[in-house]
């Protein structure tokens, strides 16, 4: 029982955690089959390079929408009832794509089956502030992200069993019906999530101006540089499996493989990045994060330069995708640190609303690289990684100095009293 309780406090497994973590990995486990083919799915409906690439956009658009407004809702409401609500929201969305087969009503569909991973963002972030201490924040972020991960390793290469079996709309659509049903089985298990609405001090809540007044200079520092980075991932998101299945010429079934081994890659590392980071400082974790956004667009076009190892070196592109998550949980544990603990809900959607609402320009920038050039899709991906990479190093590299020089101050104070 010791040695349990020891795993337990070293994972940072309070009790609301383990329930949302059993919620995260049953919704993952549907949404995963079906969710990395919507592009492909929309091709098939008859979509358009540019509905594409609108689908992306919104995608990501609605991401910063709904980030705020989630972050809101939690402090408002508590944990419980915000969790419930996302998820009915999203079986709603899913069943819509499922009974209306046009790319019209994916579209349309987006604005509620993004409902849990949109809205709930800030509602884990702020889940994990208020169970962990400080020094836990990389931990508790690095085990949500392991678990979320876990399905992505099976479902997608099940999705893709299903697509080569009955099609791309046949099999997305049958993975859709299981996608309602984990779905709607996660109720039963958010329902045992403890905690009271909070109570809403007037001149404080719906204050997204306040929220960002708030932002420190560390955490505007931090929120530029990842625009720059998610920049690079958002331009040829969209684009990646259309590229590998009609450029490179890997079937549905090798696309779920390719899947499997990013999310293991990413799952190998995350604990260990997060353990570490907690004990010596996050920032160099997250430049090492920044390096492998980067090297993933450009591991794909070597990938498509020497096509009798295209699969060889597919394998090592999705390994590097993967290694993208060394130091994302260091990356998330600095921004619950910079937030004001009674505001964090809020604080987290606000950062997620400027970054994703600029981001999701990326998506449309991608659509016309792309008809365009597939290899120029990659090379401005590439670009903007580089520049987000050497601004990262260059601001944390000061607020190094800026803290050596306060030290040396605070000596001299000393010395002289």
Same mark, same amino acid.
């Given at each position: 029982? &010791?040695?349990?309780?020891?795993?337990?406090?070293?994972?940072?497994?309070?009790?609301?955690?383990?329930?949302?973590?059993?919620?995260?990995?049953?919704?993952?486990?549907?949404? =995963?089959?079906?969710?990395?083919?919507?592009? /492909?799915?929309?091709?098939?409906?008859?979509?358009?390079?540019?509905?594409?690439?609108?689908?992306?956009?919104?995608?990501?658009?609605?991401?910063?929408?709904?980030?705020?407004?989630?972050?809101?809702?939690?402090?408002?409401?508590?944990? +419980?009832?915000?969790?419930?609500?996302?998820?009915?929201?999203?079986?709603?969305?899913?069943?819509?794509?499922?009974?209306?087969?046009?790319?019209?009503?994916?579209?349309?569909?987006?604005?509620?089956?993004?409902?849990?991973?949109?809205?709930?963002?800030?509602?884990?972030?702020?889940?994990?502030?208020?169970?962990?201490?400080?020094?836990?924040?990389?931990?508790?972020?690095?085990?949500?992200?392991?678990?979320?991960?876990?399905?992505?390793?099976?479902?997608?290469?099940?999705?893709?069993?299903?697509?080569?079996?009955?099609?791309?709309?046949?099999?997305?659509?049958?993975?859709?019906?299981?996608?309602?049903?984990?779905?709607?089985?996660?109720?039963?298990?958010?329902?045992?999530?403890?905690?009271?609405? /909070? =109570?809403?001090?007037?001149?404080?809540?719906?204050?997204?101006?306040?929220?960002?007044?708030?932002?420190?200079?560390?955490?505007?520092?931090?929120?530029?540089?990842?625009?720059?980075?998610?920049?690079?991932?958002?331009?040829?998101?969209?684009?990646?499996?259309?590229?590998?299945?009609?450029?490179?010429?890997?079937?549905?079934?090798?696309?779920?493989?390719?899947?499997?081994?990013?999310?293991?890659?990413?799952?190998?590392?995350?604990?260990?990045?997060?353990?570490?980071?907690?004990?010596?400082?996050?920032?160099?974790?997250?430049?090492?994060?920044?390096?492998?956004?980067?090297?993933?667009?450009?591991?794909?076009?070597?990938?498509?330069?020497?096509?009798?190892?295209?699969?060889?070196?597919?394998?090592?592109?999705?390994?590097?995708?993967?290694?993208?998550?060394?130091?994302?949980?260091? +990356?998330?544990?600095?921004?619950?640190?910079?937030?004001?603990?009674?505001?964090?809900?809020?604080?987290?959607?606000?950062?997620?609303?400027?970054?994703?609402?600029?981001?999701?320009?990326?998506?449309?920038?991608?659509?016309?690289?792309?008809?365009? &050039?597939?290899?120029? &899709?990659?090379?401005?991906?590439?670009?903007?990684?580089?520049?987000?990479?050497?601004?990262?190093? /260059?601001?944390?590299?000061?607020?190094?100095?800026?803290?050596?020089? &306060?030290?040396?101050?605070?000596?001299?104070? +000393?010395?002289?009293?």
């Amino acid at each position: 029982m &010791n040695g349990f309780a020891r795993l337990g406090n070293f994972f940072g497994l309070k009790r609301n955690l383990v329930v949302l973590l059993l919620a995260i990995f049953v919704i993952g486990a549907g949404e =995963e089959l079906w969710m990395r083919f919507v592009p /492909k799915f929309l091709q098939a409906l008859g979509a358009s390079v540019f509905v594409i690439g609108l689908y992306d956009a919104l995608r990501t658009l609605l991401g910063a929408i709904y980030a705020y407004p989630g972050g809101v809702i939690v402090d408002l409401w508590g944990h +419980r009832r915000a969790f419930l609500t996302f998820n009915i929201v999203s079986i709603v969305g899913y069943a819509l794509v499922l009974l209306v087969p046009h790319w019209g009503a994916v579209i349309a569909g987006m604005f509620l089956f993004l409902s849990w991973s949109c809205f709930s963002l800030p509602a884990t972030f702020s889940l994990v502030a208020a169970a962990l201490e400080a020094n836990r924040h990389s931990m508790g972020i690095g085990v949500q992200s392991v678990i979320k991960r876990l399905p992505i390793m099976i479902a997608p290469f099940l999705g893709g069993v299903l697509i080569d079996r009955f099609g791309v709309i046949g099999g997305v659509r049958i993975a859709l019906v299981i996608s309602i049903v984990l779905s709607g089985a996660t109720i039963f298990v958010q329902r045992c999530l403890r905690d009271e609405p /909070k =109570e809403e001090t007037p001149g404080e809540r719906l204050n997204f101006l306040q929220s960002l007044r708030e932002f420190n200079s560390p955490m505007r520092r931090l929120l530029l540089s990842d625009i720059l980075i998610r920049f690079c991932e958002r331009i040829p998101y969209a684009w990646v499996v259309i590229f590998a299945m009609d450029y490179i010429g890997m079937s549905a079934k090798e696309i779920g493989v390719l899947t499997t081994v990013e999310m293991l890659a990413a799952t190998l590392c995350i604990i260990p990045a997060a353990h570490y980071a907690d004990r010596y400082g996050r920032e160099p974790f997250v430049i090492v994060t920044f390096i492998m956004f980067t090297l993933f667009p450009i591991s794909l076009l070597i990938s498509h330069a020497f096509p009798s190892y295209s699969f060889v070196l597919l394998v090592v592109a999705f390994v590097i995708r993967g290694f993208k998550e060394f130091g994302d949980t260091s +990356r998330k544990a600095l921004i619950i640190g910079y937030c004001d603990p009674s505001r964090c809900g809020q604080m987290v959607g606000a950062y997620y609303l400027v970054r994703d609402l600029i981001v999701s320009v990326g998506a449309l920038l991608g659509a016309y690289l792309w008809t365009m &050039n597939p290899n120029l &899709n990659l090379l401005g991906a590439v670009a903007f990684g580089i520049a987000g990479t050497i601004f990262y190093i /260059k601001i944390v590299r000061e607020e190094r100095e800026d803290e050596l020089e &306060n030290m040396k101050e605070e000596i001299a104070r +000393r010395r002289f009293r």
